[in-house]
């Protein structure tokens, strides 16, 4: 059967297309960042996230990829942020650059190969400006100088606007000295009060849209596979790094084009006026890192993401099923690694019962599942239901199976003895057996979480840890109380005050906290508040 090559959909072309990267075994890919003058937000986490995706699975897939994701670090945002508060632009986004990094490690991102900032390629944002002059697709005026749109007849392919549509909005002003209302700045001349740099123009900086088509240009020539961003950037930037890249070099090429969707707060678009604004750090404050990265692959890259807190609490109690199933099974698999378990003991406690076959059915279909949804233009949110909670199940199925006692004590029979020992040397490789086909499941559910970004780096008892630490904070709790308010219920429970041991439980789960009762031991681990479950049912 001939593997299934990867599809993307292509915002060019809009439709789905085999995937085919202009040199083989080699990709190139850009992507736009941040524009640097405040901490980043949900709509910044969804991009990263997403195309951190694209770039593991190409990986994956054997791909030597060049990754380029840029900062905007001179743009009118940060010289109105920067005066207002009485920094230098440079420096505030060089903090503000920092800043994000620090977000995107913590979401476990991967460095791409080059951060490339507006400031420090000046000289090829210039050269690029003075080569479209050259081509006659711009004109100066007064210092200024604009991209003649009229120049080009097929601008507006990537989105489909019309020329008459490209008229003054975010960061385009209105200027009389234009050509046509649709022509865009390439260089802006200096203004008192900004930081300004020389050019065959005088004194001034870029406009936005030229610094991509420059640094694109750089690191990864006029001809490269992949450039990627949020779907609010096709019209006007990505239709304007058409335009600027094709006046440069009539031979620039783009052949995929990837833009993931919006970003919704319950429904309504966010906005800080609206009060539904939330950073990346005000999110990560309350839920692990890693509940939002699932929460940003629980849907389709290209499909609008609608945040609410039930579903990043879902998301959240998901992540941590996933690592309880890891850390189980990890204590399932040392207690014979270790040699807990003595051959001939008497032993009623867990161990393994799988069959291998269901094992290798396990993984055969965990596989299948896995590389038909990725290739399927990255289907993340398939992904993670599935034959992956199938793959889950089994692992916990399987460690929760009860080991019967071995038989007691046989006559001192020498026929008895060999019967004996011929039997325990058969169950002993059965076991080994079945431990092995534990460890192969459990192998390719780390692969899978290790290209999705989901696998992390600390030991599972420390990641578990992490999600109780934040539920605590979320419910306005520390550790103490909740061993408290065990103790109280298990007092409860001891005087027969049944009501009482129930409200204490009911109290914690609607804070998030479930009490879980193991023999005589109990314990709590996060859950989703019982109150937003009921939410979520209603919605």
């Known amino acids: 059967m001939a593997k299934e090559e990867l599809r993307v959909y292509n915002s060019m072309t809009q439709q789905k297309e085999i995937f085919k990267p202009k040199v083989s075994g080699k990709v190139g890919m850009y992507v736009c960042g941040v524009t640097a003058y405040d901490l980043s937000h949900l709509g910044h986490a969804r991009a990263a996230i997403n195309f951190d995706v694209l770039y593991r699975y190409l990986q994956h897939l054997g791909y ?79 210092g200024d100088v604009f991209f003649a749109v009229e120049k080009l007849p097929n601008y507006g392919q990537l989105s489909g606007q019309k020329l008459e549509n490209n008229r003054a909005g975010e960061r385009v002003a209105v200027d009389s000295r234009k050509r046509n209302p649709a022509d865009f700045a390439l260089w802006k001349a200096a203004k008192p009060g900004e930081p300004s740099w020389d050019s065959p123009w005088g004194l001034g900086r870029p406009g936005w849209h030229i610094e991509c088509s420059a640094m694109s240009a750089k690191y990864l020539t006029f001809k490269f596979d992949i450039h990627g961003g949020g779907i609010d950037l096709i019209f006007p930037h990505h239709e304007n790094e058409v335009a600027q890249s094709c006046a440069a070099c009539q031979e620039s090429n783009v052949s995929y084009w990837m833009h993931n969707g919006h970003v919704t707060n319950n429904n309504e678009k966010m906005s800080k006026s609206l009060g539904n604004f939330f950073t990346i750090r005000e999110i990560i404050g309350r839920y692990h890192p890693l509940s939002l990265r699932h929460f940003v692959l629980s849907a389709h890259y290209r499909s609008p993401l609608n945040y609410t807190f039930s579903q990043l609490e879902s998301s959240s109690d998901a ?41 290798q059915e396990c993984i055969r279909k965990l596989r299948s599942e896995f590389e038909t949804k990725m290739n399927d233009d990255l289907n993340t949110a398939h992904i993670l239901t599935g034959a992956f909670q199938d793959a889950l199940k089994l ?145």
């Not at 092995?436 to 970004?453: A, C, P, Y």
Request: proline letters at 3%.
């Open 395 to 539: 692992i916990n199925s399987s460690i929760n199976a009860v080991k019967k006692k071995q038989p007691k004590k046989q006559k001192q029979q020498k026929q008895k003895q060999q019967d004996q020992a011929d039997q325990e040397e058969q169950q002993k490789q059965q076991q080994l057996l079945m431990n092995q086909s534990l460890v192969e499941v459990k192998q390719e559910i780390i692969s899978f979480l290790s290209i999705l970004g989901l696998l992390s780096p600390h030991l599972y008892t420390e990641v578990l840890q992490q999600f109780k630490d934040k539920a605590l904070k979320r419910a306005d709790l520390v550790e103490s109380d909740v061993t408290n308010l065990i103790e109280a219920r298990a007092e409860a429970r001891k005087n027969k005050e049944f009501a009482k041991s129930d409200q204490i439980r009911a109290d914690l789960s609607a804070k998030g906290i479930a009490l879980m009762d193991l023999g005589k031991e109990t314990i709590w681990r996060p859950c989703v508040p019982v109150e937003q479950q009921q939410q979520s049912v209603k919605t």
């Open 319 to 359: 992540v941590y099923y996933i690592y309880q199933t890891l850390q189980d099974c990890e204590d399932s698999l040392s207690m014979f690694q270790e040699g807990i378990l003595k051959e001939g003991a008497d032993q009623s406690g867990k161990t393994i019962q799988l069959d291998p076959a269901d094992a």
């Open 64 to 142: 030597e990829v060049t990754y380029v994701r840029n900062f905007t670090d001179v743009d009118d945002k940060i010289i109105r942020r920067a005066n207002e508060i009485g920094e230098d632009p440079l420096s505030l986004s060089n903090r503000f650059c920092q800043e994000y990094l620090s977000d995107m490690d913590a979401l476990q991102c991967l460095l791409p190969t080059h951060q490339p900032r507006v400031s420090d390629h000046l000289e090829e944002i210039k050269d690029m400006i003075s080569l479209i002059i050259k081509n006659d697709y711009a004109y100066a005026v007064d």
